[in-house]
């Protein structure tokens, strides 16, 4: 179907990229994260290569800070259009900051692709499309690994309920779906990228519940300080089951040492890239997404499969 098409018009640029070169088309993406976030920076990797295989301009812009900062985000958007860009590509975690500046975009007649976050906002702002992953499907998926693996008591390392709407969605989608008892670790936003400061939270809660067999981290943000609480528990560590949503360079190596169970991989470089193809279609032929959502994962990383994915240049 669209994912076809998509593959299709991609093929088809890649041929003629080369000769494209008298189309100076320039694309910004606007997020909420920065660049260097373990996350972001295989989102950032796609977005580039997009660029050099389509031959035209990218340019990346995140925040100082990973989701800390919609305020940040909202004047990287508004100056990015104000840039003129042939289009744009935007994540949308905090509609309510965001929607009335991508409509702007929009209503200038700059074509938006939502990217990440936002999938349920895409007719609202008036953008192409979605390219990113369903949240709450995330947090579905990462509970029903736990059921299968027999887990009993998950502690869910998460954000505040009610501060961060896609981090809620992946929440209530693991407690909704798992079938033992679940209880939260609720890292505060100001802390959300301290390492130190997640680690002890966790820490605590593990203590003060011994019957806690299994933990699920919400977000590439928190799984370091996951591992190394993992350590830290020596003996009950290595008898618990880990998971988490995201992939990072120390998920794979986890993955590697079978100190993690699973990882929900939402496979973010393609998050970089098929918007690009996407602007670039909609821009040269007017070929416009077929489909308000495209879904880039997750899918499932386990100790059997990991190699794979770590093999890839991505």
């Known amino acids: 179907m669209f994912k076809s098409l998509l593959l299709a018009g991609l093929f088809a640029l890649g041929l003629s990229a080369t000769s494209a070169t008298a189309d100076p088309l320039r694309f910004i993406m606007v997020t909420h994260s920065p660049e260097s976030d373990t996350y972001w920076i295989s989102v950032s990797k796609g977005l580039e ?17 990973n989701l800390n900062d919609p305020n940040q985000q909202r004047r990287n958007l508004e100056a990015a259009i104000a840039s003129k860009p042939d289009g744009l590509i935007v994540s949308d975690p905090t509609p309510a900051s965001l929607n009335e500046t991508i409509k702007k975009a929009t209503d200038a007649g700059i074509p938006v692709i ?23 499907h995330q947090g579905v998926l990462g509970a029903e690994q736990f ?4 887990a009993k008591h998950a502690l869910v390392i998460t954000t505040p309920m009610g501060a961060i709407p896609f981090v809620d969605a992946r929440t209530n989608g693991f407690t909704k779906t798992f079938k033992g008892s679940s209880a939260l670790a609720e890292i505060p936003l100001p802390d959300a990228s301290d390492s130190n400061r997640v680690k002890t939270i966790t ?11 299994a933990v699920f981290s919400i977000g590439s943000a928190f799984i370091a300080a996951m591992e190394q609480v993992r350590a830290d528990l020596g ?7 880990w998971g988490t949503i995201d992939v990072t360079a120390g998920a794979i190596i986890a993955l590697k040492a079978h100190k993690l169970d699973f990882a929900l991989d939402a496979q973010q470089y393609a998050q970089g890239y098929y918007p690009v193809v996407m602007l670039a279609l ?9 489909t308000p959502v495209f879904v880039t994962g ?10 794979r994915v770590s093999a890839a240049a991505r």
Do not use: C, W
Not at 147 to 150: V, Y
Not at 203 to 212: V, Y
Not at 235 to 241: C, E, L, V, Y
């Open 298 to 307: 997750p899918a499932i990383v386990t100790p059997d499969n990991v190699a």
């Open 147 to 150: 059921n299968a693996i027999g």
């Open 203 to 213: 820490e605590t809660l593990l203590q003060k519940d011994p019957s806690i067999d």
């Open 282 to 290: 909609y821009a040269r032929q007017a070929i416009q997404p077929a």
């Open 49 to 65: 290569q997009a660029g050099k295989d389509l031959g035209v301009s990218v340019q990346y812009r995140g925040t100082d800070k």
């Open 114 to 136: 939502l990217v990440n976050q936002g999938g349920e906002q895409v007719e609202k702002v008036g953008a192409l499309a979605f390219v990113g992953d369903e949240p709450s």
């Open 235 to 241: 003996d009950r560590g290595a008898a618990m089951h």
